[in-house]
C-alpha cells in the first residue's frame, strides 16, 4: 500500500519579509509581487506533490494538519486551494491542525470550500477510525479548538482496539512529539510512549505527523515521521520542501523523501571590518542563483566606517531589488559604524563647517557617546558636500 | 582690483578721454559739471557687464548725440594674478579686444574676450563689494551692506583667526555659507521653519496612523471572530447543560401534576356538596316565601273590605250635595226666562221711540227739498226769459262798432265841410231878427252870428233884403261827401232794422241786460242744485223722501205739511234715548240671569260627574274583594295555612344538614393544603417553560453566531490582517528611516548653524576695532561702536552716550559709511581688493570734520598694497584734507569741430606729446575717425 505523507501547506500565508505593498500603489507593485509570487509557489507546490501522487500511484494522499494558514483566509485563497486540489487524481484526506482547527469558524465546512471542493477529498474533522479503503484504516487525531487541553494522538490512541488482521493502521496526527519540544506547559504535546507503544503492538502501522516544517524521522522507530512544508515559510526551518511517498506493510514502512519546494529562505551571517569583507558579501549575495525565489536575512557583525557604511547601503539596495527580500536583521546585527580620520578629511571644510564637523565626529565616534544621530548627520554632510553646489 | 588707467572716446559728452589714476592711495578726479566724472564710473560698468552686442538702454544714453560713432571703453586692469587691457565698443561696428599681459599674453575678441574677463573677474575680484563700497552721487551715504561678502569674509576670517600672515593660500570659506544653506533646504524636506513635520515625514507619519488603524480595525475583527467561536462552544455546552436539567425537572413536575390530580378530584366533592347545601337552603327560602305569601293575600282581604265600606259611605254623602244642586238650577232658569221678556219690551219702545225722531226728520228734510224745487223753477221761467231777449236782439257788438264808425266818419265829413265853408257873420247892431234860410233868428245887439255856407244859403231880413249865398265847387263836393256818408249810415241802419244809431245802441244795451239776468238765474241753479247735480236728481230726492214718509200720492210740493217744529223734534229724541237706555239695562240684567243660570248648569253637571265616579269605585272596589276572596278560599283549599307553616319548618332542618355536611368535607380537604400543592405545581410549570425559553434563546444566540461566523469566514480577515500586519511593520520601518533621517537633518543643521553664528560673532571684533581707528579720527577717542552679526554699525557711544545709528545726524552717518568704506578697503587682503569709488559724496559733512576725514582717508591707505580710493568730485576744496592724494583735473573734451566753432585757442602744450605719468590726462586733438 503506497501513500504521500504531507503537512503543513499554509494555503494563504504571506511573510513580512516579502515587504508589503505601498499604501495607494496599484496591485503589482514590486512588494505586493513577491507576496504573489510566494502564494502562488505554495500552490505550485500543491500541484507538484498532486502530480507525484499520480506518477508513483500513490493510494491516496494524507495531509497532517495545517493546509491553511488560517480559518479565516479569504475566499480567493479556498477558490485557488479547490482549484489545485481538483487537479489531484488520487484521494485526498485533510485533517484540521492548530491553524485550521475544526472549530465553528472551520474553513472546510465553509460554504465556499464545500461548494467547490472535489469529491474525492475527505476532511478527516471528526475523530476516530475512518477506512478510506478496503484493508485501509487512518486513524483521525484532528484539532478541535485551537488550545486543546490534551495529547489529542494519545486519546486516539487509548481508545484504540487492536486492528482486525489483515487491515494498516495510519494515524494521522497533527503536533510535536515530546522528545522534540520538552514544553511541561503545553499540554497537547504528544507521548511518544504511547506512540511506540501502539506501533510495538501493531495497533498503527505508521504515524504521520504535521505542524514540524521540516522533515523529520524517529530514532526508534522509523514509521513516525513529520513530512515537513512542501514549501519553505520560515529561515529557521531545517529542512523545508519536501512530501514523503511511504511503501507500508504491517511490519515496515519504506519511504522516499521528493523534494517538491522550489523557493530558499536564507540566514547568512556576515562579518564587515574592511572593504574586502565588503566585496566578499557583495559577491556572495550575486553569486545566487533563482534570487527571484530566494529571500536572505542578514545578520552583520563588525565595525565600518561612514564611507563603507554609505557603500554597504548601496550594495544592498542594488541587490535588494534582484531577490525576493533582503532583510538585515537589526537585533542580531552588532555592525557598528564609526567615522574615521579619512572620512574627516574628504569632508576637505574649512572655518565653522569644520568646527562643526569636528563635533559630530566626536560624538559619532566611540570614545564619545557613540551617538547615532551624530552619525547620520555626518553622513549626511558628506552627502551635502559632495552635492555640487 | 587695480585700474591703471581708463579711456573713453565718444562716451556722453567726453570725445576722447584718457585718464591714469595712481596704483594705491586716493585718486581725486576733480572737474566741473558734466565733465564726464560719473561717465568714467558707468563706463567701467558696461565694459565689464555689457556685452559689444548690448544695446541696453544706459549704452543708447552713452551715444553722443549728432555723431555717427559708437561709444568706446578701454581699460587697463590688474586683478589677481593678471593684467590686461580690455576694450568694448557699442551700437556702430561692435567691438570687443583684450589683451592680456600678464601672467601669460594671450589675445581674445569677441564674445571669447567677454568671456575670459568675465572668468577672470569671477575667479579674482568680488563683484559685490565692488559695488558695496561705491557711494553713487546724490545719494546718502548710508550703511554698506558688508555681511557676506566673501573677500571681507575672508579677510575677517584671516583676522578672527589670529593672523596666520597669509603664508598658505586658505580655501574659501564661503563655500561654507552654502553648506548651511543645503543643511537648511535638506531639513525642509522634513519639517517646516514652524517644526511641523512635512513632506517626506509627513507622508510616513500619515502612512503610519493609517497602517496603525488598519491593523487595529484587523486585530477586533479576528478578536470578534474568536470570541464567537469561543461563543459556540460555549453555546453548546449551555444547551447541553440545559437539556439535563430539563430532563431533570420533568420527574418532579409529573410527581406533583399526580398528587395535584388527586386533589382535584376531592376538590370537586366538595364543590359538589356545597352545591347541594346551597340547594336545600334555597329550597326552605321557597317553603318561608310561600308561607309569607298566604299572611299577605289574608291581610289584602281584608283592606278590600274596608275600601268598599268607604266608597259606599262616599256616595250615600253625594246625594244631597247632588239634589241642592239640581234645585239652585230651577230657581236661576225661571229668573233668566223674566229677565228675557222684560229686556225685549224695552227694546220695542226704544225702536219706536227712534223711529218717531226719524220721520220728524224726514218731514224737515221735505219740507227744504220742496222749497229748494220752487226755486229752480223760478229761475229756470226767467232764464228762458232772458235767452228769448236775447235771440230777438240783431245788433250785436261788432256791427254797434261798424255803426259807430260810420256815424263818426259822417261827422267828420261834416266837420270838414263847416270848416271848409264861407261864413256869414251877422251883426246887428240892434235887436234884429232875420231869416236864415227860411228861419227866424233873433239877434241881440252886439251879438254876432255866423253861419258856415254849406249849400246856398239865404239870409233874408224880412223884407229888407234877400241874400243868397253860394258856396263855390270845392264847398259842393264836401257837401257830397257828408251825403254820402249819411247815406252809408241809413243803409246800414236799414240793415240791421234799426232806425238810427241811437236805436242800435239802445238794442245793444237791452241785449246786455238780458244777458247778465240770465247770469244770475244761472248762478241761483248752480246754488239751488248743490249736492244734486241736476234739477231731476233734486226732485228724485224729494219723492224719496215723500215715498219715505208713506205719502204716494202725487208730488205736490204746496200740499206737504208744514215740518214740525224743532222744539218737537228735540222732545221726540230725549224720548228715544231715555227708551234705549231702558233697554240696555234690561238686557243687562237679562245677561246676568243668563250667566248665574249657566254657572247653575255647570254646577249639576259636576255634581253628576263625581257621583259616577264615586258609584264607579264602589263597584270596583267590590268586585276588587269579591275576586281576593275567592283567590284565598282557592289556595286554602289547594294547601291549608297549616300545611304551608309544617312545609317550612321540615325544609330548614335539611338546609341545615347539608351545610354542616360541606363543612365536614372542606375542612379535611384544607387539612391537605391544596393551595401549596398548587402553587408548587404552578412553579414547576413556569420552571418547565424558563428551560424551554432558556434553550429556545441558546437556540437562536447559537444560530446568530453561526451566521456571523459564516459571514465573517468570506471576509477573509486572515488576510486583510495579515496585509495589514506586514503594512504597519513597513510603515514602521519606513517612518523609523525618514524620523532618523529628519533628525539628522536638525542635528546637522543645529550644529553648523551654531558654529556659523559663533564664528560670525568672531569677525565682528576686528571690523570693530578697523572701523573704530578710522572713525575715532572724525570724532574722538571717546568714541566706540556696536556692529551686529551682519556687520552692520547699530549703535555709536560718544562721551558715554549712545545713539542708534538711525537717529545720528545725516553728517554723522555719512561720516561713519565712509570709514566702514575705508575700513573694509583698509581690512581686504590686496589681492581681493577693489577700489572705493566715492562720487562727490560728503555734501553733509562740516569743513572741521572734513579735514579731518582728510586724515581718515590717509589712514585707510597707508599701509602697503591697502586699496584704491577713487573720489569724484566738483568741490575739490572737500578734499584738500587728504594728504597723500593725487589729484586729476578734468577738462571738458570736445570734438574738434565744436572747438572751431567755439574759436577757442587751442591750449598751450598742445602739440608736445605729455609724459603717461600716472595723475595726467592725455586729450589729443585728432582727425575725426571714418565712418
Known sequence: MRFVHTADWQLGMTRRVLGARPPKEAAGGLTGEAQARFAQARLDAVSALGRLADERGADFVLVCGDVFESNLVGPDVVARACEALGSFRTPVLLLPGNHDPADAACVFRRPDFVRRCPPYVTVLDTPGVHEVAPGVEVVAAPWRSKHPLTDLVGEQLAALGPASPGTLRVLAGHGELDVLDPDDDEPARIRRDGVLAALADGRVHYVALGDRHSAWTDDADDRIRHAGTPEVTDFDEVDPGHVLVVDLDDRAAQVVIETVGRWRFLRHDARLDTDEDLEALDAWLAAHPEKERTAVRLALVGTVSLRQRSRLDDLLAAHDHAFAAVEVLAQHSELATVPDDADLDDLDLHGFAADAASELFAAASPGGAADDEARDALRLLHRLVGTPR | ?931
Not at chain 2, 563683484?127 to 553713487?136: A, F, N
Not at chain 2, 510603515?731 to 529628519?742: E, S
Open chain 2, 1 to 931: 582690483m587695480r585700474l591703471h588707467r581708463i579711456r573713453l572716446r565718444d562716451f556722453r559728452g567726453v570725445h576722447d578721454r584718457e585718464v591714469t589714476l595712481a596704483e594705491r592711495g586716493v585718486t581725486v578726479l576733480q572737474g566741473d559739471n558734466e565733465v564726464g566724472k560719473t561717465s568714467t564710473v558707468a563706463a567701467l560698468d558696461l565694459l565689464f557687464d555689457a556685452a559689444d552686442s548690448s544695446r541696453r538702454l544706459e549704452i543708447r544714453q552713452a551715444q553722443p548725440a549728432g555723431v555717427d560713432a559708437g561709444p568706446e571703453v578701454e581699460a587697463e586692469v590688474s586683478t589677481g594674478p593678471y593684467r590686461f587691457v580690455y576694450r568694448k565698443r557699442w551700437l556702430r561696428r561692435p567691438r570687443t579686444e583684450l589683451t592680456v599681459i600678464a601672467p601669460a599674453a594671450e589675445q581674445l575678441t569677441g564674445a571669447d574676450a567677454h568671456a575670459r574677463v568675465s572668468a577672470i573677474l569671477d575667479e579674482t575680484m568680488d563683484r559685490v563689494l565692488w559695488r558695496g563700497l561705491r557711494v553713487e552721487q546724490h545719494t546718502a551715504v548710508g550703511q554698506a551692506d558688508l555681511g557676506g561678502q566673501d573677500a571681507l569674509t575672508r579677510a575677517l576670517d584671516r583676522a578672527a583667526s589670529g593672523g596666520t600672515g597669509g603664508t598658505a593660500p586658505r580655501p574659501d570659506p564661503s563655500v561654507d555659507d552654502g553648506l548651511v544653506e543645503r543643511a537648511v533646504e535638506e531639513l525642509r524636506r522634513y519639517r517646516t521653519p514652524s517644526g511641523r513635520a512635512t513632506g517626506e515625514l509627513r507622508t510616513a507619519e500619515v502612512r503610519l496612523a493609517a497602517a496603525e488603524t488598519e491593523y487595529e480595525r484587523c486585530r477586533a475583527a479576528l478578536e470578534a471572530v474568536e470570541r464567537d467561536v469561543a461563543a459556540r462552544d460555549r453555546l453548546d455546552a449551555d444547551a447541553a447543560a440545559v437539556r439535563t436539567r430539563r430532563r431533570a425537572h420533568a420527574a418532579e413536575v409529573a410527581e406533583l401534576e399526580d398528587r395535584w390530580a388527586g386533589l382535584q378530584s376531592r376538590l370537586r366533592e366538595v364543590e359538589t356538596a356545597r352545591g347541594r347545601a346551597v340547594l336545600a337552603r334555597e329550597r326552605a327560602d321557597a317553603a318561608r316565601e310561600r308561607r309569607e305569601a298566604r299572611d299577605a293575600l289574608v291581610g289584602a282581604v281584608d283592606a278590600d273590605a274596608a275600601v268598599v265600606t268607604q266608597a259606599t259611605e262616599a256616595l250615600a254623602a253625594h246625594a244631597d250635595e247632588h239634589a241642592a244642586a239640581r234645585d239652585e238650577r230651577e230657581a236661576r232658569r225661571t229668573a233668566d226666562a223674566a229677565a228675557r221678556e222684560a229686556s225685549t219690551a224695552a227694546r220695542q219702545q226704544a225702536d219706536e221711540a227712534a223711529r218717531a225722531v226719524s220721520a220728524a226728520r224726514d218731514r224737515a228734510e221735505l219740507a227744504d227739498l220742496a222749497e229748494r224745487l220752487r226755486r229752480v223753477e223760478d229761475a229756470t221761467a226767467g232764464l228762458q226769459r232772458a235767452e228769448r231777449v236775447l235771440a230777438a236782439t240783431t245788433v250785436d257788438a261788432d256791427d254797434l262798432a261798424d255803426l259807430e264808425d260810420l256815424a263818426r266818419d259822417l261827422m267828420r265829413a261834416e266837420a270838414a265841410r263847416d270848416a271848409a265853408a264861407a261864413r256869414v257873420e251877422l251883426t246887428a247892431p240892434e235887436a234884429l231878427t232875420v231869416e236864415v234860410d227860411g228861419e227866424t233868428v233873433m239877434l241881440a245887439p252886439g251879438e254876432t252870428r255866423t253861419l258856415p255856407v254849406a249849400g246856398s244859403r239865404a239870409v233874408s231880413l224880412p223884407g229888407v233884403l234877400e241874400v243868397r249865398v253860394r258856396p263855390g265847387l270845392d264847398e259842393a263836393g264836401r257837401d257830397d261827401a257828408v251825403r254820402e256818408r249819411a247815406r252809408e249810415l241809413a243803409e246800414r241802419c236799414e240793415d240791421l232794422g234799426v232806425a238810427d244809431l241811437e236805436a242800435a245802441r239802445a238794442a245793444r244795451r237791452g241785449a246786455d241786460d238780458a244777458a247778465r239776468r240770465a247770469e244770475e238765474h244761472r248762478a241761483a241753479l248752480a246754488r239751488e242744485l248743490a249736492g244734486h247735480g241736476d234739477a231731476a236728481a233734486l226732485r228724485a230726492a224729494h219723492d224719496a223722501v215723500r215715498e219715505r214718509l208713506g205719502e204716494t200720492g202725487p208730488a205736490d210740493l204746496f200740499s206737504l205739511a208744514e215740518p214740525a217744529p224743532q222744539a218737537d223734534v228735540s222732545a221726540l229724541r230725549r224720548a228715544s234715548d231715555a227708551a234705549r237706555e231702558a233697554g240696555d239695562a234690561a238686557a243687562r240684567r237679562a245677561d246676568e240671569t243668563a250667566a248665574a243660570c249657566r254657572a247653575a248648569e255647570d254646577a249639576v253637571r259636576d255634581a253628576d260627574t263625581r257621583a259616577a265616579v264615586l258609584t264607579e269605585r264602589a263597584a270596583d272596589a267590590r268586585h276588587a274583594h269579591a275576586r281576593r276572596a275567592e283567590e284565598l278560599r282557592a289556595a286554602r283549599e289547594a294547601e291549608a295555612d297549616a300545611d304551608l307553616a309544617a312545609a317550612e319548618d321540615e325544609r330548614l332542618v335539611q338546609a341545615r344538614e347539608a351545610e354542616r355536611e360541606h363543612e365536614s368535607l372542606a375542612a379535611a380537604l384544607a387539612d391537605d393544603d391544596p393551595d401549596t400543592v398548587e402553587v408548587r405545581v404552578v412553579n414547576a410549570r413556569a420552571v418547565d417553560e424558563r428551560l424551554a425559553g432558556e434553550a429556545t434563546r441558546l437556540e437562536r444566540e447559537h444560530a446568530e453566531t453561526t451566521g456571523r461566523l459564516q459571514a465573517a469566514g468570506l471576509e477573509g480577515w486572515h488576510d486583510q490582517h495579515a496585509a495589514a500586519a506586514t503594512e504597519l511593520e513597513s510603515a514602521v520601518r519606513d517612518h523609523d528611516a525618514v524620523a532618523r533621517r529628519a533628525a539628522a537633518a536638525q542635528r546637522l543643521h543645529d550644529t553648523l548653524a551654531r558654529h556659523r553664528e559663533r564664528v560670525r560673532r568672531s569677525y565682528v571684533a576686528p571690523f570693530r576695532a578697523q572701523v573704530e581707528r578710522l572713525a575715532r579720527i572724525v570724532f574722538g577717542s571717546s568714541l566706540s561702536l556696536e556692529i551686529d552679526e551682519d556687520l552692520r554699525i547699530t549703535h555709536r557711544t560718544l562721551d558715554g552716550t549712545t545713539v542708534a545709528f538711525a537717529a545720528l545726524s545725516s553728517g554723522a552717518q555719512e561720516q561713519l559709511g565712509l570709514c566702514a568704506r575705508l575700513a573694509c578697503a583698509a581690512l581686504v587682503d590686496p589681492s581681493d581688493g577693489v577700489p572705493v569709488v566715492i562720487d562727490d559724496a560728503l555734501g553733509h559733512t562740516d569743513p572741521e570734520r572734513l579735514s579731518r576725514l582728510g586724515a581718515v582717508f590717509t589712514a585707510a591707505t597707508a599701509a602697503d598694497g591697502a586699496a584704491q580710493v577713487i573720489v569724484l568730485t566738483c568741490t575739490p576744496e572737500r578734499y584738500h584734507g587728504i594728504g597723500a592724494a593725487t589729484v586729476v583735473p578734468l577738462a571738458p573734451s570736445r570734438r574738434p569741430g565744436e572747438r572751431e566753432r567755439d574759436r577757442e585757442a587751442p591750449p598751450a602744450g598742445v602739440d608736445d606729446t605729455p609724459a603717461r605719468a600716472p595723475g595726467t590726462v592725455v586729450d589729443l586733438p585728432r582727425a575725426p575717425r571714418a565712418g
